[in-house]
């Protein structure tokens, strides 16, 4: 994996808390950065229950060393969303690739 790898582009939004006008907290993403990165399939699963099925696809996204990147943060790539299971991983530790391990859920229904 390489700098030459980073072929997509991301937009990395991060979760802001407002309230709405009842004075109810509302959780809304705003846009904080958009920048290159590799993202590749490797995992999938599929969850039957009562009423629906859904399909959970698992997701590396690698990108240049960020510091600021938090694993609320949410990805977002050709319109689809994308959840994080861990940490952001700072790659050899060398602060050059972060990788996000990440979740897309989609709903069979």
Known sequence: MGLNDLNKRITIQRAIESRDTEGNIVETYADMLSCWACV????????????????????????????????????????RNFLQNLAPINLNSKNELLRLDCREVVDDG
Not at 51 to 79: C, F, H, V, W
């Open 40 to 79: 590749e399939p490797y995992g999938a699963k599929i969850i039957y229950g009562e009423a629906e099925k859904i399909s959970e696809i698992t997701y590396q996204i690698t990108m240049r060393y960020r510091p600021n990147i938090l694993q609320t943060d949410r990805i977002i790539y050709q319109g």
